[in-house]
């Protein structure tokens, strides 16, 4: 019943392969992160509505249990069902990409189209030895995050050589 | 290849008359703001202002034009200017997206012309913007820009492979149904209200009294008058915008012209080419009218500039022949896929839900206010509903050789025709209804001026979209 439903919210054909578990940490970390300035925001609106406007103690409430639900969401959840769902598979033609939580969006990239790959890493994801590889084609980017920095490097390799100049468009 | 040359000298007094006429306020601040003891008073200050003003900005623009020079060889165009900072710039060929020539009603009395040539650049404005060389100038600039070296000028002007024109009764039927009243019709709303300020009180007043006796329909008679007047107006600004529309095929490249008081001349090499788009506006759908536009890669960053009209009104009947003699490359599709019953009701969810919020608050406020005949405002859920399910049944997709072509509506009705080497990248999406219903959301990324540009459709059963995308794979 539980593997029947957690089918049907699957999308078929998933690409092989997942981004390193180390994103997951990187992500809670921040998600972390991101809830102290949440909760900040949310005292400080207490703090705002009922003392300088003298609102009743229940407006500010609401704030800080909204942001108390985002807590767990942002540290735990988001991260995992991110991971959960992020797929990448290179092949020799075309690179596919898959993510999203809500909406899961699955992309197809021929080689072919690929106009420039970049590297880049932020310095939560340096510390995890890991890196964001972005590939542009000439009206989209995408991006894998959190690769292994020696397997960035390689994709990166990969994918300019397999990314012929075309000569049949721009 | 060409000695180094200037534009028509009529440039600087070109320049210098458009430039007076945008300063001429800033002339008679100026006038106004000097001791009227000076040149004896406000006039003389005027005249003087005007003529230190006359005299500053034609030496500016004959400066410019003189250090302006241009030099032209096969598959190149060298531009230098500058009076103090000087730049030179090289174009070839290859890197051309486009060439435009148009003249205004000033250029056409002395038979010159605005040449641009773009590039795939990133810059808003055209690389090379020659804004006065004689027609035979411009032309032999093109001529030369595209021949490859081997053609010579004696060489027979090319002929083209097909062309079409817009008939006199079609443009007038494109300029009464293009919808473009609505907005002329905001702009005489808004100049009346501009207007409204300045009437004296006085009159306002009598006008209330009087409009007080007179009934109602004369009211609505006065509202539906402005209404046909933006409409005429607007049919006879596109008119004049688009007569003589004639579009050629080439072997290489379409040319597209059209206007009387600005003549515009626009080529689209074929290897620029993205997209085409037929397009039906709910007022030209009944008569089975539609427009038909070009997208294209490179070119300015304007709207108009993006899409370039291929043509303004066609039957929807003659697209197929349309095609046939101008793109070959591309095709109407013979059968296409179109949208699975389930998907009915999230068409119709979308289109109802942000009509039936709207409708909950009037029906509040209206409470609130104790304010009868709310319950009017559930009419609005029948055009939302059929809206709602003409973009349901309109759905489609088909792919076909090498294109794929989607259909769907918003409001206007749309066919998009792309050929698979100009998708730069294709998506599969599903948010967790779709997923639980087993549909899809497809989308086709292309490049289209400045930036990339994506059209998709919604609820696609997930077998038919693994088809597409299967066929989009090369794997």
Redesign the interface.
């Known amino acids: 019943m539980l593997e029947d439903i957690r089918e049907?919210?699957?999308?078929?054909?998933e690409p092989k392969e997942s981004i390193d578990p180390r994103a997951r940490k990187v992500w809670m970390i921040g998600g972390a992160l991101g809830s102290i300035i949440v909760m900040a925001i949310a005292l400080g609106f207490y703090a705002f509505v009922t003392i300088v406007y003298g609102a009743p103690d229940w407006v500010g409430w609401i704030a800080i249990a909204l942001a108390l639900v985002y807590v767990p969401w942002g540290v735990y959840f988001h991260p995992w069902l991110r991971m959960r769902f992020w797929r990448y598979e290179l092949?020799?033609?075309?690179l596919e990409i898959q993510h999203?939580i809500?909406?899961?969006?699955?992309?197809?990239?021929?080689?072919?189209?690929v106009q420039y790959v970049d590297t880049e890493h932020g310095p939560l994801m340096r510390y995890f030895g890991l890196t964001t590889l972005s590939i542009s084609?000439?009206?989209?980017k995408?991006a894998i995050p959190a690769l292994p920095k020696q397997r960035a490097e390689e994709l990166r390799g990969e994918i300019a050589t397999l990314a012929r100049v075309?000569e049949?468009?721009? | 290849m060409s000695d180094l040359r200037r534009q028509h000298p009529l440039l600087v007094l070109l320049d210098t008359g458009r430039g007076l006429i945008s300063n001429l306020s800033f002339a008679l601040i100026i006038a106004i703001s000097l001791p009227d003891s000076i040149f004896g008073g406000f006039v003389g200050n005027a005249i003087v202002a005007l003529l230190v003003m006359f005299g500053l900005s034609t030496l500016f623009n004959f400066l410019r034009w003189y250090f302006f020079l241009y030099r032209y060889e096969e598959g190149m165009v060298h531009i230098r200017q500058g009076v103090l900072f000087k730049r030179e710039r090289t174009i070839k060929r290859d890197r051309v997206q486009s060439m435009n020539t148009n003249a205004n009603v000033l250029q056409q009395a002395f038979g010159l012309v605005t040449l641009q040539i773009k590039t795939a650049g990133v810059s808003v404005d055209a690389e090379v913007n020659l804004r006065a060389v004689s027609k035979n100038e411009a032309e032999s600039i093109k001529a030369h820009l595209y021949s490859n070296g081997v053609r010579s000028e004696s060489e027979p002007v090319e002929v083209p492979r097909a062309s079409r024109f817009l008939q006199g009764r079609d443009i007038w039927l494109a300029a009464l149904t293009s919808g473009r009243f609505m907005v002329l019709f905001s702009v005489v709303a808004l100049i009346y209200a501009q207007v409204f300020e300045y009437i004296p009180q006085r009159y306002l007043d009598q006008a209330v009294e009087s409009l007080s006796t007179i009934p109602l329909m004369v009211g609505i008679g006065i509202a539906a008058g402005l209404f046909l007047l933006s409409w005429a107006l607007s049919a006879i600004v596109f008119v004049i915008q688009f007569a003589n529309f004639s579009v050629r095929r080439f072997e290489d490249r379409l040319e597209i012209s059209w206007g009387v008081l600005k003549k515009s001349h626009a080529i689209v090499k074929l290897h620029r080419l993205q997209a085409v788009v037929v397009q039906q506006g709910p007022l030209r759908q009944p008569f089975g009218l539609c427009t038909m536009l070009v997208e294209v890669a490179g070119g300015g960053a304007k709207e108009q500039e993006r899409i370039s009209l291929l043509h303004p009104l066609i039957r929807r009947k003659e697209v197929e022949a349309f095609l046939r003699d101008i793109l070959p490359e591309y095709h109407l599709p013979l059968e296409s896929v179109v949208l699975p019953k389930r998907a009915m009701r999230r068409y119709l969810f979308r289109s109802t839900v942000p009509v039936a919020a709207f409708i909950g608050t009037i029906i509040t406020a209206f409470y609130f206010w104790g304010l009868p005949y709310s319950w009017i405002s559930l009419l609005l859920l029948i055009p939302a509903l059929s809206l709602g399910l003409s973009r349901y049944r309109n759905g489609s997709i088909s792919v076909e050789d090498d294109q794929v072509t989607l259909r769907f509506r918003y409001v206007s009705l749309v066919q998009v025709l792309i050929k698979r080497s100009h998708i730069q990248s294709l998506s599969l999406s599903a948010n967790l209804f779709q997923r639980i219903g087993k549909l899809r959301t497809v989308q086709l990324s292309f490049l289209s001026s400045p930036a990339g540009k994506n059209y998709s459709l919604k609820d696609l059963d997930a077998e038919d979209a693994e088809s597409v995308r299967d066929w989009y794979s090369m794997n």
């Open positions: 049907k919210l699957r999308m078929d054909n092949r020799e033609n075309e999203g809500f909406v899961i969006k699955r992309h197809l990239i021929p080689m072919v189209r084609t000439a009206a989209t995408f075309s049949e468009d721009v």
